[in-house]
């Protein structure tokens, strides 16, 4: 079982706006930055979201992040069928002295 | 370009040991912390160990902790990850991951960017 929770699963049609959330708690979420990566299948990770808000370059403006107490969110505005992927959140864990994991969510554009 | 790129991964009986490696290029390896995150089949992604940049920091999860060492040479440019005593659910893949560090409202925040491709480690019982 994950420390940071995340849906399993989430889906939208191509245009949409979809979310995923990351639930966490004080000794993680609610002391640090969220960051969000994503996950092609078959291929490594990529980071999407660092700072819990901030895009890197190259990564279009369609990605936002948020942050809110012990709780984050990803959102994907105007979905297309290439972001069918996994998202996986993370940030350090004050109390485990580590990183934290989402257990991940697959994103399906149908 | 920033590049990484692990080798090593193999298959391993269990109660084996193995040590996989991850060389980096494209930018001041000696500059940033690495970290060793793996991958479990059909599983989400699970930190096990941190490396800084000088080697002096090092951090492992709990399910590793006693069995793998993470060490570095800053003038081969490469992370290593010895693993001991391994078992079945130490089958994953594993990637090396630079680690980005900054200061964001007052807090040290890290990241991880880029990630290697990956090395696949099998443990057969």
């Known amino acids: 079982q994950s420390v940071l929770t995340q849906p399993p699963s989430a889906s939208g049609t191509p245009g949409q706006r979809v979310t995923i959330s990351c639930s966490g708690s004080r000794s993680n979420i609610g002391s640090h930055a969220v960051n969000w990566y994503h996950q092609l299948p078959g291929t490594a990770p990529k980071l999407l979201i660092f700072n819990s808000h901030q895009r890197p370059s190259g990564v279009p403006d369609r990605f936002s992040g948020s942050k809110s107490g012990t709780s984050a969110s990803l959102a994907i505005s105007g979905l297309q069928s290439e972001d069918e992927a996994g998202y996986y959140c993370a940030t350090w864990d004050d109390s485990l002295n580590g990183w934290v994991f989402g257990g991940g969510t697959k994103l399906t554009v149908l | 370009e920033v590049q990484l790129v692990e080798s090593g991964g193999g298959l391993v009986q269990s109660g084996g040991s193995l040590r996989v490696s991850c060389a980096a290029s494209g930018f001041i390896f000696s500059s940033y912390g690495m970290s060793w995150v793996r991958q479990a089949p059909g599983k989400g992604l699970e930190w096990i160990s941190y490396?800084?940049?000088?080697?002096?920091?090092?951090y492992y999860a709990d399910s590793v902790k006693g069995r793998f060492t993470i060490s570095r040479d800053n003038g081969k440019n490469s992370v290593y990850l010895q693993m001991n005593s391994l078992r079945d659910e130490d089958t994953a893949v594993y990637y090396c991951a630079r680690v980005v560090a900054e200061v964001t409202s007052g807090a040290l925040e890290k990241w991880f960017d880029p990630w290697g491709q990956g090395t696949q480690v099998t443990v057969s019982s």
């Open positions: 490396v800084s940049s000088g080697g002096s920091a090092i």
